[in-house]
Every structure is written in C-alpha cells, then in structure tokens.
C-alpha cells in the first residue's frame, strides 16, 4: 500500500488548508482499514488529527475537532483533510497514514503505511 498526499505548502493566517491523499494498493473501503491525518510541528512529535474509517466514520482530535473536516472519494480513492482558520501554529510536515484493525487516536503512532510528508508553512 502506498499514500501520496499533496497540497499547497504555503498559507496565510485564516486560510483553510486543504490536503489530499491518493491512495495505492488498497481500497479505503476495506474492512478495518482506518485512513488518518497526521502532523509533526518543527520540533515536535507527531500529533494525530483525525481518521475516517473503512465504513466512512470520522474520529477527530478533541483539539482540533473545531477546525478539522475529513472526507473521502472512494470513485478515486482518495481522502482528504481541511483545516479551518490556520495560524503559525499549525506550520508542520503534514502525513496521510493507514492503520490496519486498529481506530488510531491521540498518541498512536503505529501506522501500517504512511505517506513521505508534504510541508506546510503559515505566514504572513
């Protein structure tokens, strides 16, 4: 299984971010399948943001639930993440990830596959 995920790398305050994930050698319709979005601020440790499972059920991050939509494209096998009204603080290397069998939350971090990681900047 393979996850690429792109968008733009630069935004300005109060931007939304929107962030897509292809998704190669499985469907994210699978049974057990779970399809997260993650992100590690410079000098930080990952932070999990939020899943849409196999079914189309979304978890998110209490911290961020406010800000934070997850959906899908099952006819291209995509999901994708948008992030309301961005700051500095959400600068980070931002991840698309899979977790097999297993709802990922806050603290989880043993992901079966992950995507390489594209850069986002908030600036003015």
């Known amino acids: 299984v393979q996850l690429q995920e792109w968008g733009p790398g630069l935004l300005k305050p109060s931007q939304t971010l929107s962030l897509t994930c292809a998704v190669y050698?499985?469907?994210?319709?699978?049974?057990?399948?779970?399809w997260s979005w993650i992100r590690q601020p410079p000098g930080k440790g990952l932070e999990w943001m939020g899943v849409?499972?196999?079914?189309?059920?979304?978890y998110y991050s209490p911290s961020l639930q406010s800000r934070t939509s997850i959906s899908r494209d099952t006819s291209k096998n995509q999901f994708s993440l948008r992030l309301s009204s961005v700051t500095p603080e959400d600068t980070a290397v931002y991840y698309c990830a899979c977790a097999i069998g297993t709802i990922p939350g806050d603290g989880y971090e043993e992901y079966d596959y992950r995507g390489q990681g594209t850069q986002v900047t908030v600036s003015s």
């Open positions: 050698g499985a469907s994210i319709t699978k049974t057990a399948y779970y």
């Open positions: 849409i499972g196999y079914d189309g059920r979304t």
